[in-house]
């Protein structure tokens, strides 16, 4: 079966542009969360999705906002870039369906805002 | 005070040799615990979990949990120069709150 996919792998941008990056979970999984990792640093927390409704959102501005789609794959948008949000963005896809939560990690997109 | 607290590295053990990382966490309530590794410029891959106090052994990788003590490690045995990668502590409150990691390089 194939894993979580994103795209695109890499992106570069200038600050003041919009950035648009998808996600599609494993199938099966009807959960999707976003997170940014900077160098150095663990992955921080953005979103969560699950049946196409917010479930969670960490500690980041409105310039951020995630949608998930009927299909369950999801798209996390970031308006007016800055140079801080330069960082690999990862995609999780889970179960959510009780117990432990296992989240599986796709490949990640690199942003570089200029 | 950072929610998960990773033993600061890096970490340099020689092959064969057992790596020992160390992770600690403030929420009492916390159920369920995560290692993920990450090898550079890649995106972190699930090694395991454990939600129940005591030992869970997987392979070469033994996880610990107290949760008493909330702290919860991860043993590498025999380790490889395949293990040379940063290793993730993350725990689960409906998000996972990730460690800044602890990077491991094993000597041939």
């Known amino acids: 079966d194939a894993g979580v996919t994103q795209s695109p792998t890499h992106l570069i941008k200038t600050r003041g542009q919009h950035v648009t990056l998808r996600c599609s979970p494993i199938?099966?999984?009807?959960?999707v969360s976003w997170y940014q990792q900077v160098l150095g640093q663990g992955p921080q927390f953005i979103f969560q999705?699950?049946?196409?409704?917010?479930?969670g959102r960490g500690n980041f501005p409105d310039r951020f906002s995630a949608r998930q789609f009927p299909n369950y794959s999801s798209e996390l948008n970031v308006n007016a870039l800055l140079l801080g949000d330069s960082a690999l963005y990862l995609c999780a896809s889970s179960t959510l369906s009780g117990g432990t939560d296992t989240q599986y990690f796709g490949p990640g997109t690199r942003l570089t805002v200029l | 005070q950072k929610e998960v607290e990773q033993n600061s590295g890096p970490l340099s053990v020689p092959e064969g040799a057992i790596a020992s990382l160390n992770c600690t966490y403030s929420?009492?309530?916390?159920?369920?615990f995560f290692w993920y590794r990450q090898y550079s410029g890649k995106s972190p891959e699930l090694i395991m979990f454990i939600y129940s106090n005591g030992d869970k052994e997987d392979g070469r990788f033994t996880a610990q949990l107290n949760k008493a003590s909330q702290y919860v490690s991860l043993l590498i045995r025999d380790s490889q120069p395949s293990d040379s990668a940063t290793y993730l502590c993350a725990v689960d409150d409906y998000k996972l709150s990730f460690g800044a990691g602890t990077t491991v390089t094993v000597r041939a």
């Open positions: 199938s099966g999984h009807k959960s």
């Open positions: 929420d009492r309530g916390s159920q369920s």
């Open positions: 999705y699950y049946e196409k409704e917010e479930r």
